[in-house]
């Protein structure tokens, strides 16, 4: 359906990948794997048409329909949600606008035999044909069980999209775009800005209604449960399996070792030969040996090996003051604006040590309830910190409270003791690549999402040597230094407490788990 023949991107004397070439086809859901800034996002502004490759060519059919969600989406606001979600089917409203004023303007000519008259009577067929066969009858319900499935309530649906956060504005565009129901849709992160129900929803329909989907997404168990194909981006290029993440990941593990093998063998080969010219370079006897291997070097194509994942990174904090046995006591706490319940009756003691998740559809109350420990807003009932408790707090909109005209150092470097050591743990310096783009004098606003956030929990990091209590994030993390952290917090002996949409996560951290539900914590 879409050919992709020797692609290249270069940034300036760096080769992002190089005479890449693969195919997509109807039905394929692949996942785009690699490290951040190996080029997965590029290439998927390559496919959607909005960037254009330094040399090579996609080639799709005049028909294909390609939606495009970007990781970051600028919005426009005068509509209400509903009608920004239809949107969706404005294209297709104008093709019947264009039908009708075609057919008016037929009624009125006259010059039935002329070659101008014959080509409106073509396309006006042909658009027709096309209106027609796509069945606009139940487009209502469509959008509304669009918005439904990913987290609207129908009050919501008469609200100006202004009322909203980039997050859910996000969600509306996500639901304009499944409801084209594209021939191949592109989706960078979509899953940063939805609740678990949400995720659930989303897999659903792109198994069971999508056709052909292309997905980058740090969130492994969606990757695993969607995709059937995955294209690893490394190095410059790309590897083509034909299974899912899981399956990926064994045979990656399977081609490095077999790499690694054919390197061993041919270094192995390559200094026996140079023992050998060294040996007899001077023999008159074995000249023409001397000069044979001599050539074979010359020409010897050399086995180059994948890049190595990093994750045997760990970090190690110093043990934090030892706080009180009960860093938070809530009792009937509760918030309410106005005659809107937000949550209510919340009573919970967390005990030190204790590793805690607030779960819950958006809404509920989760983020609500933190900014409540937080001391942020006023609340009902009674909630006390307990002694020597100190809190390091990562919230959703973290990001945007850095400096984007500060460098990566300069941002870090006074809180932070031992500013190197850190920064290479978060996969900011020190990547195993050679077109690593997050140099230490690159300012923040050249940081893609993902990496951003691992600068803010850089400087988290600092308050792991004196909190008792922390509220930790989930946002876009590299799978590399996503690792590093959950070995970090699963060894971290103080008590901390999380706001997550990750099912992984929520499995690899929590015992305990408090869900939010009807306005009510249990």
């Known amino acids: 359906m879409i050919s992709v023949d020797g692609l290249t991107v270069e940034f300036g004397g760096t080769t992002l990948f190089s005479d890449i070439s693969f195919q997509i086809n109807e039905k394929d859901r692949i996942a785009l794997m690699g490290k951040n ?18 040399r090579g060519k996609v080639s799709a059919p005049k028909d294909c329909v390609i939606a495009y969600l970007p990781q970051h989406l600028m919005t426009e606001d005068g509509r209400t949600v509903f009608e920004e979600a239809s949107q969706a089917f404005a294209h297709l409203h104008a093709m019947e606008a264009e039908i009708e004023a075609i057919n008016k303007e037929l009624e009125t000519r006259t010059d039935y035999e002329s070659d101008s008259y014959m080509e409106l009577i073509e396309k006006v067929s042909a658009m027709s044909e096309k209106f027609y066969s ?16 990913l987290g609207f309530m129908r009050e919501d649906f008469n609200r100006p999209t202004s009322d909203f956060s980039g997050g859910w504005r996000m969600r509306i565009e996500l639901a304009k775009l499944l409801l084209q129901n594209p021939d191949v ?19 659903d329909f792109l198994v069971n209604s999508a056709k052909a989907v292309i997905v980058i997404s740090h969130d492994r168990k969606f990757v695993d449960n969607i995709t059937t194909r995955t294209i690893e981006v490394t190095m410059g290029r790309i590897y083509d ?11 990656r593990k399977e081609r490095r070792e077999q790499q690694m093998k054919q390197y061993e063998e041919q270094q192995k080969m390559i200094q026996e030969t140079k023992d050998f010219i060294e040996r007899f370079k001077g023999t008159y006897s074995k000249t023409l040996q001397v000069q044979s291997r001599v050539k074979m070097l010359e020409k010897l194509e050399l086995v180059e090996v994948d890049e190595e994942d990093t994750s045997a990174l760990r970090l190690k904090f110093p043990p934090s003051p030892r706080s009180g046995n009960y860093p938070v006591i809530m009792d009937g706490v509760g918030k309410t604006y106005g005659d809107h319940v937000v949550f209510k009756n919340a009573s919970l003691t967390i005990e030190r040590g204790d590793k805690v998740a607030f779960v819950g559809k958006n809404g509920e109350g989760k983020s609500t309830l933190v900014k409540c420990i937080m001391r942020e807003i006023e609340h009902e009932g009674t909630l006390t910190l307990g002694h020597n408790v100190q809190i390091g707090y990562f919230a959703q909109n973290q990001a945007s409270l850095l400096d984007e005209n500060l460098t990566v150092f300069q941002t870090i470097d006074d809180v932070v003791k031992g500013i190197y050591v850190l920064l290479t743990m978060f996969l900011l310096i020190g990547c ?28 988290l990091g600092k ?7 922390r509220i930790t ?24 407490y999380i706001l997550s949409f990750k099912n ?6 929590f015992k305990e788990k408090t869900p939010i539900n009807n306005n009510t914590a249990n």
């Open 473 to 496: 994030p989930d946002g876009p993390i590299e799978s590399i230094s996503y690792k590093t952290v959950t070995m970090t917090i699963a060894d971290y002996s103080e008590g901390y």
């Open 185 to 203: 849709l592109l989706l960078d992160e979509p899953t940063n800005h939805l609740d678990i129900e949400s995720i659930q929803w989303l897999e």
């Open 432 to 459: 195993a690549t050679v077109m690593n783009p997050y140099k230490m004098d690159n300012r923040m606003h050249k940081i893609e999402l993902g990496m951003t956030k691992q600068k803010v929990i850089s400087i």
């Open 241 to 251: 399996y034909k299974v899912n993440y899981s399956q990926y990941l064994i045979l």
């Open 37 to 54: 800034g190996a080029g997965k996002s590029t290439l998927l502004k390559i496919l959607a048409g909005v960037r254009q490759p330094s």
């Open 134 to 149: 796509i069945d606009l009858t139940h487009f209502e319900e469509d959008v509304e069980k669009a918005l439904l499935g």
């Open 504 to 509: 992984g996560i929520l499995v690899e951290w």
């Open 463 to 469: 308050d792991f040597e004196s909190a008792g209590a």
